[in-house]
């Protein structure tokens, strides 16, 4: 036995931070997950949506009686018996728009290419797809719109009638005095930027089985629902059914990114075919349509005023921004305003003014899509401070520099109050600079003088808020009733000393079940191996939490918190079962190697005789105990508070960063766009698991690459139609074309959050800053504007040959020569 003085001096190991190996790796791999189309339900019945080939237009009429008459086919449904049986979805916002109607299918009119208007149950899924082709609809087109400027106009249709405006949110945030700013300043830089439309492409699509029991009327759905907490309200309101008679059920997910989110009508849909054919009916979404429809990432356009200093000090940003909503509002206008948790990135200038308006359109609807509203926000940013470097003959990494919120004035308060909660944005960036021999690409780039290749070098450092404040709501509805956050976690020890955790954070390919054993392993002094994490979410075993979902950067913050809180509750009453046990001290009781060990005397009682104790021996407890080792707890952020008048407020309790660098070769005469090398440095806090915020930076980054070089959603003004709806015009990278990735991180602990931690992997919107500001890099010397966040090879060479039109004549070497030297000077 180990003496007193070994007991006090020997360190209990620590789990967190040990790059461990993904516990659910060897099931995911091996082929052995589970997700919804794995399951099998008794008399299970299939379904398949016909979907609107018009970006708009009035459905006169559906004939079904053909397709009812093949055989196999169980029932229809159709938008007039979706209005019959439904409650539209609830609008948040106030102003005009709350009276916007949407329901999980078309009702009376389409109004984008793709949208439900008809949905067949059948034995099998073929036979449904069958069924379609016999289906006749009668529409009469009316005009669309598909650029939100023109959606602006007197002349654009309404996209929802009874809303009269295509206006879904106007706001504006003001701060400090940026007309003074504007007045004062040295030079006013101005420039018009575009954030391009794309998504991710998760490997699972959206997937929904809903069984709907007539007898008890209970309805069970299993789904790869993102949000299935905060999605209850929705579905349960909208299908007229009671929340405690609605199961949700996620098993392993095949990827969100948020796509996912936006998955709720499908499953209302889903549930009321269940409803309608007293079956069990499945829905599995094919690539096209999620592509087509399941949910596009912001599109949003941008006139930029940046008054600045000769030595490159930003004074402040006046911002246009419109952001194309698309034809429903689904989450929106949430997208509207959350870019504010980041009002000006990582530069401490105080004056800032934004005019902001969300426009309905015939496009798909928005919703979603890792970095959330912020990255675009982001990007226009990083776009705006090379654009300051270009024009003022600087460095870009100097005005970054010069402009960054220093460590020592951590925590920050940002012009619309965020509240930023520790960092090192100099440091990282240096670091991600040398990592990609910055200084030496610079000097190749003046040999390369003349070459019709050209080097570009691009550096982005981007924020990544985490665990967000529901009160910010308010600032769309004043009305809200929301506010602050939570995550619930439960932690349960059986009478054979087994451990087991339950959290409502539904993982999609994260690493939950990983990390969180390593948080509950540290807290109760055993083995991540000893922790068992539920796979999934279930609303009858998982602790509820309206909030409860994978989005936002939320798990590891708060699903940490919440697990903590658990765990500490079960070692609190252990502590005092061992103590009684030993007749020991309770403040003496430690637990380590799976025993809880007095320091006093070195004696020791194992988990499972506390456990057996707890659940079988009753005359033995401390007297009043009640019987048992199990709790749960809910963990919420201190101090989250509603907007003032000014929309000030902290919206997100973290703000994990990163800093990219990209270093591009341009073929001007085709346009090619070649990485040659790429270098990140992160800062997420205190890493629980090493080895998975690695696999998440990687993950995020070829998530950037392949929307800034390769995935675009492109539309046909004329006729409203995705022209990019496969994987033969949406473009999707491989491992082929991600390049090798130079990691570094450092660690700033956060000072408001559970162990210093701050959440990871939404930094896919640093590449796209980062590799758009290689390109303008690129093609600066030539004239050429970068106004875009997709860098199209085609769009490139023509606006360079834009430029030099006969026989595609650069400048010559000595300009070129003079162009690059002032970048570097």
Request: charged share 20%; net charge negative; glycine share 8%.
């Amino acid at each position: 036995m180990a003496t007193v003085t070994e007991l006090v001096q020997k360190p209990s190991k620590l789990w967190v931070g040990q790059p461990l190996k993904r516990k659910e790796d060897f099931r995911l791999i091996t082929g052995c997950g589970r997700y919804v189309d794995d399951l099998k339900l008794p008399n299970m019945a299939y379904t398949a949506f016909l979907r609107s080939p018009y970006p708009h237009a009035k459905i006169l009429n559906i004939n079904t009686e053909a397709a009812h008459k093949l055989p196999g086919v169980i029932c229809i449904l159709t938008g007039e018996d979706v209005r019959q049986m439904t409650e539209p979805f609830y609008q948040f916002v106030a102003g005009p728009a709350k009276n916007l109607k949407d329901y999980c299918m078309a009702v009376g009119i389409a109004r984008y290419v793709g949208e439900p208007v008809a949905a067949v149950v059948a034995e099998t899924r073929s036979i449904c797809e069958d069924a379609l082709e016999l289906i006749e609809v009668e529409y009469e087109s009316i005009p669309h719109v598909l650029d939100v400027k023109e959606a602006l106009t007197r002349e654009a249709p309404l996209i929802h009638k009874e809303v009269g405006t295509n206006i879904v949110f106007h706001g504006v945030w003001d701060y400090g005095n940026i007309e003074q700013s504007i007045e004062d300043a040295d030079k006013v830089v101005k420039k018009s930027f575009y954030f391009h439309r794309f998504s991710s492409t998760p490997i699972e699509n959206c997937a929904v089985l809903a069984n709907f029991d007539p007898g008890s009327k209970n309805l069970t759905i299993y789904s790869n629902d993102q949000e299935p907490g905060m999605h209850m309200p929705s579905i349960a309101t909208s299908l007229r059914i009671p929340s405690n008679r609605i199961r949700i059920v996620t098993g392993d997910i095949g990827g969100g990114f948020g796509n996912k989110v936006n998955i709720y009508p499908n499953v209302i849909l889903v549930s009321l075919l269940s409803m309608r054919s007293g079956r069990p009916v499945k829905w599995i979404e094919e690539r096209r349509e999620h592509l087509l429809v399941a949910s596009h990432g912001n599109e949003r356009t941008f006139d930029v005023e940046i008054p600045v200093k000769k030595d490159g000090t930003i004074m402040g940003m006046k911002i246009t921004a419109w952001d194309n909503c698309g034809a429903h509002t689904r989450t929106e206008p949430t997208g509207a305003f959350i870019w504010s948790q980041v009002t000006p990135g990582c530069y401490h200038f105080k004056n800032f003014h934004m005019d902001f308006t969300q426009v309905l359109t015939n496009k798909a609807p928005i919703g979603p899509n890792r970095g959330y509203s912020r990255m675009q926000h982001l990007w226009m940013i990083e776009r705006s401070v090379d654009a300051v470097a270009h024009e003022l003959g600087l460095d870009s990494s100097e005005v970054r520099l010069k402009n960054f919120i220093r460590p020592d004035e951590m925590p920050y308060v940002t012009p619309s109050g965020g509240i930023y909660d520790g960092g090192n944005y100099p440091e990282s960036l240096r670091r991600a600079m040398k990592l990609a021999d910055y200084w030496q690409w610079r000097s190749k780039q003046m040999q390369n003088k003349g070459s019709k290749k050209v080097i570009g070098v691009g550096l982005a450092t981007v924020l990544q808020p985490g665990t967000p404040n529901a009160g910010q709501g308010r600032i769309a509805n004043p009305e809200a009733q929301t506010s602050g956050h939570s995550e619930g976690a439960l932690v349960f020890i059986d009478a054979m000393g087994q451990i087991t955790a339950a959290m409502g954070t539904v993982p999609q390919g994260q690493g939950h079940e990983t990390f969180a054993s390593q948080v509950v392993a540290d807290e109760l002094g055993v083995s991540p191996e000893k922790v068992v994490v539920l796979i999934g979410f279930d609303t009858a075993t998982t602790p509820y939490t309206p909030y409860s979902g994978a989005y936002a950067s939320r798990s590891a913050v708060s699903g940490t918190g919440a697990l903590l809180g658990a765990a500490k509750k079960i070692k609190d009453k252990a502590s005092k079962i061992a103590s009684h046990l030993m007749k020991v001290e309770n403040a003496s009781i430690v637990f380590r190697e799976g025993c809880a060990v007095d320091l006093n005397s070195g004696r020791k009682v194992s988990w499972q005789q506390i456990a057996h104790t707890a659940w079988r021996n009753y005359a033995v407890l401390p007297r009043g105990m009640e019987p048992g080792l199990i709790a749960i707890h809910y963990w919420n952020p201190p101090d989250f508070t509603f907007p003032d008048e000014k929309w000030r407020f902290n919206q997100s309790l973290t703000y994990a960063y990163h800093s990219h660098v990209a270093v591009v070769e341009l073929d001007l005469e085709t346009g090619k766009l070649e990485i040659l090398k790429y270098a990140i440095v992160d800062d997420c806090g205190r890493q629980i698991n090493p080895m998975i915020v690695e696999g998440q930076v990687h993950g995020a980054t070829a998530h950037g690459i392949g929307a800034a070089m390769y995935e675009s959603f492109e539309y046909n003004k004329e006729t409203g139609q995705l022209e990019s709806s496969t994987f033969v015009d949406y473009l999707v990278p491989t491992s082929l074309e991600i390049p090798e990735l130079i990691t570094d991180s450092i660690e700033n602990l956060s000072l408001f959050a559970p162990l210093g931690i701050k959440g990871v992997g939404e930094g896919g919107g640093t590449p796209l800053a980062a590799i758009s500001n290689a390109v303008q890099d690129a093609v600066f010397p030539f004239g050429v504007h970068i106004s875009d966040s997709h860098q199209n090879p085609f769009r490139i060479y023509e606006m360079i040959k834009s430029k030099y039109p006969i026989d595609f004549n650069l400048p010559d070497a000595a300009s070129n020569d003079k162009a690059i030297r002032s970048v570097m000077t």
